[in-house]
């Protein structure tokens, strides 16, 4: 490990599951609001159809009412992330969140990492990638948010945005999550670490 070890690296970090504890309290709240009894390993795909049984538009629309409640404002930060972040800080790295989310939802995003980050991160990206707009093109991959801003390594949760930055050469450190645990990466540019406790520990950043 330390390959990915340099003097001042650009750094981004995905937002949902990798600093926010998401999927442990969205599930939580299907379970109460819509009548499911799933756990946080049941989500074992990141297709929401897939883990939640309903359409895609319908999954949308629950996870977008999720997003302007005071559960979702008030997530949880995932364990080690504010170690990890203060020594990447401390390290002199630069360090940026890009998100999937939709700019739709920008101020309850900004006012969570303002709550638990105040300061930390350069800039915050949003790509669009999970919107409620189905079919519409009008979002753009991780790895153009990269290129753009000269990223060189993504913290990521989601296989295919660790692909997608990877093929580009940037280096993506794949968290392990249930909806992941079972890929295998062929690539070079995915590391697979188990959580951000090891990312230090290991000392892979």
Known sequence: MGELLRSVMKIAF?????????????????????????TFDDINDFYPPNV?????????RRIFEFYRTTDCDNLPVESGANELIDDLIKKGHELYVITARDPEISEHTLAWLKKNFDGKFKDVIMTKQFSQELGVNNHYKKSDACKKYGIEVLVEDAIHNAEDVAKEGIKAILITKPWN??????????IRASNLNEIMRLRIL
């Open 181 to 190: 645990k079972k890929y295998k990466p062929t690539d070079p540019n995915i």
């Open 52 to 60: 939640y049984m309903a359409s895609e538009q319908e999954c949308l």
């Open 14 to 38: 995905d937002l949902d599951d990798i600093l926010s504890s998401f999927n442990q309290i969205f599930v939580d709240y299907h379970n109460r609001h819509y009548g499911t009894n799933l």
